[in-house]
């Protein structure tokens, strides 16, 4: 259900910072979004025109499409001093 994707997503997103670099892998990079509608946590179909700080446009879930139960997450480290970008892999 929604909560396994959720979990999935956050687990790949952390695995991914774990590793580190590889120097071979591509990652997209950025400001991600979580959609409530259906567990997805990634970064937005439109990335690109989402602004880095204000919530609007809203962020289209890259899972089901939708932006009408959407929110911007921010992952931080060093006990909220630090945002970190969340990573995806890069389709090839």
């Known amino acids: 259900g929604n909560a ?5 997503c956050t687990a790949t997103l952390f695995e991914t910072l774990q590793k580190g670099p590889d120097g071979r892998t591509t990652h997209r990079m950025g400001r991600a979004c ?10 937005p179909r439109n990335a690109e025109s989402c602004h880095k700080t204000r919530i609007t ?3 289209v879930c890259q899972h089901c499409g939708q932006n ?10 060093n006990k909220g001093k630090d945002t970190v970008p969340w990573l995806e892999l890069k389709a090839e």
């Open 34 to 43: 979580v959609c409530w509608g259906c567990g997805h946590v990634g970064l």
């Open 4 to 8: 396994h994707r959720l979990q999935a």
């Open 57 to 59: 446009p809203a962020g």
């Open 68 to 77: 009408d139960q959407t929110n911007f997450v921010r992952v931080t480290a």
